[in-house]
Each structure stands twice: as C-alpha cells, then as structure tokens.
C-alpha cells in the first residue's frame, strides 16, 4: 500500500522556496504575450476603431453569401472551386486594403 502523503511531498518541496519559485512562474497571460510577440516578428499590433470592424465584418458577411450563392448555383466541381478562390482571395484584398488605410494614418 501506498502512502497517502507521497502526493504531497513534490508539492511540499515547492514550498519550501514558494518564494523563489512562485517569483519565478508566470502568468499564462504574460506566455501567451510572449508567443504572440515572438511569431509576429517586429510587426506592429493594429488596432481596430468599431466602425472599421464592422466593415470587415460586413465585408466578410457579403462574400458568406457569395461563396454560398456559389456553391448552390455552380454544379461542376472544377468551376466552383475556381470561383470560390477567386472570391476568397478578393474578400481577403479588400480586408487587407482596410488594414493597409490604417497604417497609413
């Protein structure tokens, strides 16, 4: 049989220096920060006013429609992929021109 205060010994140990050690984790904030700031690079985080939001997701809603519209209307498989890029690709070029407008100011 085993000893029900085994469990807590790695917990005890910790305590011991609780302030060392609690010193020395983090936040799962501050490591998400870190990730999200070590992939984007030296890029700078844009920030959105409501309205422009609310054009992007206007945006987006309009080409939901297209690409559904799309895939009712064109039967052969060929076609219809094309197409779908094709409307990805300029939904993602107008969100892409909005954020571009952004920078500039």
């Given amino acids: 049989m085993f000893e029900a205060h ?6 005890q140990s910790l305590l011991k220096g609780g302030t060392e050690i609690m010193g020395k984790l983090k936040s799962a904030l501050e490591i ?7 992939m984007g690079g030296d890029e700078e ?5 409501s309205q422009q939001k609310n054009e992007i997701a206007e945006i987006r809603k309009v080409y939901v429609a297209k690409i559904a519209e799309v895939e009712i209307l064109i039967q ?5 992929e094309k ?6 690709r300029e939904r993602d070029r107008k969100i892409e ?7 500039g100011k």
């Fill in 6 to 11: 085994a469990f807590h010994r790695p917990i």
């Fill in 45 to 49: 985080i844009v920030r959105l006013s």
């Fill in 32 to 38: 998400a920060l870190e990730k999200s700031e070590k």
């Fill in 83 to 88: 197409e779908i890029a094709r409307l990805r």
């Fill in 76 to 80: 052969e498989t060929e076609k219809r």
């Fill in 97 to 103: 021109s909005l954020y571009k407008k952004m920078e």
